[in-house]
């Protein structure tokens, strides 16, 4: 399995959107089920308030199907959510260690 990861610097009048739609029962976690290779989400808030996301998958490939056969649907949600954050950083695809 793999980990995409993201960081997020939310604005302060969109935080309680954000956790709703980026939390592991939102928007984004709702949309990732429509693939049989997605296996969960999770969000992080840190001290200073910037988030990550965690988005598990059961490969990349299973992400790439998703996006490619979903990509009008990903692209909708994400322009839904633009100017919610101050910054967005991917921070890499990371191996889920059993």
């Known amino acids: 399995m793999i980990a995409l ?4 610097e939310v604005r302060e009048e ?5 956790e709703a739609v980026y939390g592991p029962k939102g928007d984004w976690a709702q ?3 429509r693939s ?6 999770e969000l992080l808030r840190a001290q200073d308030g ?11 490939a299973d992400f790439d199907a998703f996006k490619a056969e979903h990509g009008a649907d990903y692209e909708a949600l994400d322009r839904r959510t633009e100017g919610w954050t101050r910054a967005e950083h991917p921070l890499g695809e ?5």
């Open 94 to 98: 990371y191996l889920v260690v059993d």
């Open 5 to 8: 990861i993201w960081r997020f």
């Open 14 to 18: 969109n935080r309680t959107a954000f």
């Open 36 to 41: 049989g290779g997605f296996r969960g989400s």
């Open 31 to 33: 949309l990732f089920t």
């Open 50 to 60: 910037s988030y990550l996301t965690v988005d598990v998958w059961r490969a990349k």
